[in-house]
């Protein structure tokens, strides 16, 4: 470390266990970092990575159960002896932290200045006008339009974002040196982020701030940070400069991290996806659809969906983009009635959907099949991942009986899992094994479509990347046409050859990767291209996937 | 297919309490059925030499005011007790679970219906309610059962109709609807399993307050009639000897309470069996 700057905190040989029913779990193993003061510091690891864990045992956060080993220091306060009346006195005051989902942090009953001036009237004991002044000015800080007035407001009254803005600005306060941000965007969607991300930047300059940031997201910490740390199962493996460990990674998991990027993909394989087909019937098409909730026409509560209209050709796979609220979720769970059209009509091979009826209606269910967004909750707990794939095979007499367990075995082998999970329930198999079980089960219909509504949402980067090219094969082997919903533009870049891009219910524009990426005319639709988050140039030369 | 799956590390750490409950009420029902060979003595038998002797060799708990051998009688009331129990406790539970799922699967008037009934149900106290229908038909125990399954459905009804509602949100029944399964089949095979469970660990506890219902009512002269064995009925038997022949109730009484304490046990201990990990 080099001496001429001061050391803000120093992690030593830290170790988490946690005791379970099974036994200790060591969820943070000889973990070591130091943190410069105004430095930006990103530690990026997948789920169960234990990077979370490390950084709640920094303000000791963590329940009292965990065992924490080693030694940490803050500003050279030894942090792990420190008696609870002092420790009190870090938190909030000196070490702040912002956590990912703005809304369950904030309590609803009270207002954002009351919210944000409470630490101070916890530590200073300020008066009323006082504390009212900082609240304005604190949220004049994190670029609130209209303090003075917004210093009232509820936190139901306020945007996600603006939510995710007042928690800084809580953090900010007491004048806290130390942010610790845990995971600050990803609750937030893609323009959002950029603004917050913005606004970090902008706060640690104006304060001399010493941020951490955890994320699982590669593009949001090396777009922040100086110098990064990679974590995985509990063991920091990597760590140094962010364009270091970016751009010569030492160690094969960071260079998987980096290749299961889309974008990193996408440099790997242009050719992946195939060129969009322009002839010929849809086999889906969107016809002025519009979804009220609530009431119909103009006494619509929600207009979710409103005239929105797009084909779906065979043998594309079509990517239905937005943020969240857009309406791309509740267009697609109409195309098989999953939500009820208010007018217009979808329509599956030239025949509307609504009006399937019997054995046409499952007929046609087994032709579009749908996939959702969290694998072990759209299996039944209390079934077997046998039983999951076998049940439609069964009810739907798509295979003679005696051919059912064979059959099952081959869908497991198609979505590449080993049948030694058949007789597992699905919580105990990972999300990325159940999206595959969703997968096999979708497939052992033997449909034409398939509906994937976020389906890699909800998964590691990874085992994203491992899921989208299974689909991508299964596409190309059984000739499927995929629509894809997801708040991903990156996956959809790489993955679709035909974008439909909404907003807020309507359609923005329909197009190639291309037209939507490259050469669009729409602002919205330029306003998300930018915001997406990107590894530093010079990436192509880099890794070796 | 073992739809109602208990983790075997929930099994291995049950609870000892649990295993106690498990013990008495299987005791009681071991006793039920075998008391034919047990009893010393016809429990109907009138005996008029040995009017109010007090527990003896002879008489283990007893005689009452009829000669009548307490501990005989204590044995067949076993009968009678764990007969109304499982049948009272049966019959609204069926009904209850049913009424539930519908009310939560079906929106509309289907369960407009089922909810007006269920809140002008529970408008009245249970007990009163029971006594006024028990009234109208006349004592004795099918007038009981009757009033159970008008009554007791109650609490059934709603926690799987709540149940239901958050189950139908989840993905795995929409699941159900893009796989082009059938509502019915839906219903039985994906929404029963998932959401009877509140409703059995329920019903095991709500199985010592039948009994304790209708013992009461037995004691009132609602329920069973003299000179059914039971345990209501003998206690109440007793109460005009209670400073003489403390026996003729205390023996019933103590019945009562063990078989209680243990359903209790054992309704505790199911309810950790049966919470799935999600």
Request: contains cysteine; aromatic residues 6%.
């Amino acid at each position: 470390m080099s001496d001429e700057h001061k050391i803000a905190i120093r992690v030593r040989d830290v170790s988490i266990t946690f005791p379970t029913e099974d036994g200790p779990v060591t969820a943070v193993k000889n973990v070591s970092f130091d943190i410069r003061e105004n430095e930006f510091f990103g530690i990026v690891g997948e789920s169960g990575s234990g990077k979370s864990t490390v950084c709640r045992a920094i303000t000791r956060l963590l329940p009292d159960r965990a065992e924490v080993t080693g030694e940490i220091t803050v500003h050279a306060q030894k942090m792990l002896e420190m008696d609870l009346d002092r420790l009190r006195d870090i938190r909030g005051n000196g070490i702040s932290m912002i956590f990912q989902n703005p809304s369950s942090h904030l309590n609803p009953l009270m207002t954002i200045g009351d919210q944000i001036s409470e630490t101070a009237r916890f530590h200073y004991k300020r008066n009323r006008e006082e504390l009212n002044e900082l609240a304005v000015s604190t949220l004049k800080d994190v670029r609130f339009s209209n303090p003075e007035g917004q210093v009232n407001a509820y936190p139901h009254q306020l945007s996600g974002g603006m939510k995710q803005r007042a928690m800084i600005g809580a953090a900010l306060a007491c004048d806290s040196k130390i942010i610790i941000a845990d995971e600050p965007t990803t609750a937030l969607d893609v323009t959002v982020q950029a603004e917050i991300l913005d606004l970090l930047i902008k706060l640690r300059q104006e304060r001399g701030l010493t941020i951490i940031i955890i994320s699982h997201d590669l593009g949001v910490i090396s777009q922040l940070c100086d110098r990064i740390a990679v974590m995985k199962d509990g063991e920091l493996i990597e760590q140094g400069r962010t364009e270091e460990v970016i751009l010569s990674p030492k160690e094969d998991y960071t260079r998987t991290l980096i290749a299961s990027r889309p974008e990193a993909i996408r440099l790997h394989n242009s050719a992946w996806k195939g060129e969009p087909t322009e002839s010929g019937n849809p086999v889906l098409a969107v016809n002025r659809a519009s979804i009220y909730f609530g009431g119909q026409g103009r006494n619509a509560v929600v207009k979710a969906v409103e005239d929105v209209s797009f084909d779906v050709m065979r043998g594309d796979i079509v990517g239905v983009v937005g943020e969240s609220g857009s309406g791309k979720s509740t267009i697609v769970r109409a195309m098989i009635n999953l939500n009820t059209l208010s007018s217009g009509e979808i329509l599956y091979d030239g025949r509307d959907v609504r009006n399937f009826k019997g054995a046409e209606r499952v007929n046609f269910l087994r032709k579009v099949q749908m996939i959702f967004q969290h694998p072990q909750e759209s299996l039944d707990p209390r079934f077997s991942i046998e039983q999951c794939i076998m049940e439609p095979l069964k009810l739907h007499k798509i295979v003679p009986k005696d051919r059912i367990a064979s059959r099952v075995r081959e869908l497991m082998e198609m979505v590449e899992l080993s049948p030694d999970l058949l007789t597992r329930r699905p919580r105990d198999i990972s999300g990325g094994q159940a999206q595959r079980v969703c997968i096999a089960r979708a497939l052992a219909m033997e449909p034409e479509v398939i509906i994937a509504d976020e389906i890699t949402s909800a998964l590691d980067v990874t085992i994203q990347a491992q899921i989208l090219r299974l689909l991508t094969r299964l596409k190309e082997q059984m000739g499927l046409t995929i629509v894809f919903v997801t708040h991903d533009l990156d996956v959809v870049r790489t993955f679709c050859n035909r974008v439909v891009v909404m907003q807020i219910g309507k359609l923005i524009e329909t197009g190639t990767p291309q037209q939507i990426f490259e050469t669009s005319s729409h602002d919205y639709t330029r306003r998300l291209v930018a915001a997406i988050p990107h590894l530093p140039q010079g990436l192509s030369q880099s890794e070796t996937a | 297919m073992n739809a109602l799956a208990i983790p075997m590390r929930a099994v291995r750490q049950l609870p000892g309490l649990f295993i106690v409950g498990f013990v008495i009420t299987f005791a009681w029902i071991a006793v039920a059925i075998l008391a034919p060979v047990l009893a010393p003595y016809d429990p109907d038998a009138i005996a008029f030499d040995a009017l109010l002797t007090a527990p003896s060799p002879d008489h283990l708990m007893g005689t009452d005011q009829l000669g009548r051998d307490i501990f005989s009688r204590v044995l067949y009331g076993a009968r009678v007790d764990l007969f109304m129990g499982v049948v009272g406790l049966i019959v609204p539970l069926v009904i209850g679970v049913f009424l539930g799922l519908l009310s939560g699967y079906f929106v509309g008037w289907t369960d407009t219906i089922i909810m007006r009934a269920l809140d002008i149900t529970i408008a009245f106290p249970f007990l009163v309610l029971v006594l006024a229908i028990v009234a109208v038909l006349g004592p004795g125990l099918s007038s009981y059962f009757v009033a159970l399954a008008l009554v007791a459905w109650v609490p059934y009804a709603r926690l799987v109709r709540g149940q239901v509602k958050l189950i139908k949100q989840t993905d795995f029944i929409a699941a159900t609807t893009s796989l082009g399964f059938g509502s019915t089949y839906t219903l039985i095979r994906h929404v029963l399993p998932n959401c009877i469970v509140p409703a059995l660990v329920f019903a095991v506890t709500d199985f010592v307050l039948i009994i304790l219902y209708g013992s009461s009512l037995g004691f009132l002269g609602m329920g069973a009639q003299p000179p059914t064995a039971e345990w209501g009925v003998m206690i109440a038997d007793g109460q005009t000897y209670l400073s003489t022949a403390w026996w003729i109730s205390f023996f019933p009484g103590l019945a009562l309470l063990t078989l209680g304490v243990g359903a209790a046990l054992l309704g505790d201990g199911t309810a950790k069996l049966m919470r799935v990990e999600r």
